[in-house]
């Protein structure tokens, strides 16, 4: 991976697969951070999110350190969303990471409702069928 160190212009060396990229760039993202380059590490994070739209642990550190607004991280959210081949659960989760991210910085009961608004998502679901337990763990 080449990064130069003015613009953090990120090219994916051949070698390294697609799938592997938002992580080397989320590790890269973290030691930008670790030695205070602000404007590198918000770069990684950026790349990190554009390219996997369940990188939770991106999230939480842009949302920790504040590396990035929260307009940026929805419009990274949702085109990664858009661009990759999501299945039906890992949209529900995508939609829950949104969610998530445009009730951080609005008033308590914003915050409530975007969280009402996940759990709502989540019931929509059908509930797995229960396994009957033996006798002997019933009690």
């Not at 992580?23 to 918000?42: E, V």
Request: aromatic share 4%; net charge negative.
């Amino acid at each position: 991976m080449v990064c130069d160190p003015i613009g953090c212009n990120i090219q994916p060396c051949s070698v390294v697969k697609g799938a592997a990229i938002p992580g080397l760039l989320f590790i890269l993202g973290k030691s930008y951070n670790i030695a205070q380059n602000r404007h590198s590490a918000s770069a990684c994070f950026r790349g990190c999110l554009e390219r996997d739209a369940l990188a939770v642990d991106a999230i939480e550190e842009v949302i920790r350190h504040r590396l990035l607004s929260k307009s940026d991280i929805l419009i990274c959210l949702e085109e990664a969303a858009y661009q990759s081949d999501l299945n039906e659960t890992e949209l529900k989760l995508s939609e829950m990471a949104i969610l998530y991210v445009d009730g951080i910085s609005t008033p308590n009961n914003m915050h409530s409702h975007a969280r009402a608004q996940a759990v709502a998502i989540l019931e929509e679901e059908e509930p797995e069928e229960q396994v009957d337990q033996p006798e002997y763990l019933e009690s």
